[in-house]
Structures are given as C-alpha cells and as structure tokens.
C-alpha cells in the first residue's frame, strides 16, 4: 500500500485529485497486491502438502489421471474385496500404511 500511495502521488501531479482520492487506491491495490500473494504462496504450500502426502507433484497425478488404464489391467470384483481388506484406516479415514 505505501508503494502504490508513493506512486500516487507522482502521477497525482500530472493529474490533481484529492488526497481522498489517494488513500482509498492504494488501499485497494494493495489489497489486491496481497490477495495475489497469499493466493500464490496458499497454492505452493498446497502442492507441497501433496507431494508429501503422494511422493508425487500435482502435475504428475493429473497426468497419471488422464491416462486410463486398460480393461485387463483392472482389478475384479474378489482383487477388489481382497484388496481393501488390508487396508488399514486411521479414525479419520485416511489409509495407513
């Protein structure tokens, strides 16, 4: 915000408006200044949590997820029960290893 205010105050001697005027655009572009911050480093950490909980970025499984896995490859019906038999959940659902 201080920024944008000293800005401001440049450009205001080529066009006059009040100080008014000043105050409440720097406020807004600082303002948006932050939420663009915060929403990029919110986005890093987020990718970041993923690939701790995965070993793999987010680019990777959505890549992983496009591709399809062919009809042989996939698991039947009794692979499937067996399969989430021994997997173990914590009490908030999450798989244990």
Same mark, same amino acid.
């Given at each position: 915000s201080g920024a944008a205010f000293a800005v401001q105050k440049l450009v205001n001697k080529k066009l006059p408006y009040s100080l008014q005027w000043s105050l409440l655009l720097a406020g807004?572009?600082?303002s *948006?200044?932050?939420y663009v911050v915060t929403r990029a480093?919110?986005?890093k950490c987020s990718d970041f949590w993923?690939?701790?909980e995965t070993g793999k970025s987010p680019?990777?499984?959505a890549m992983a997820g496009r591709v399809s896995q062919p009809a042989e490859? *996939?698991?039947s019906p009794e692979d499937r029960e067996d399969a989430a038999a021994l997997v173990r959940r914590n009490k908030y659902g999450d798989v244990v290893e």
């Open positions: 807004a572009a600082g *948006l200044a932050s480093e919110t986005q993923i690939y701790l680019q990777e499984l490859n *996939l698991p």
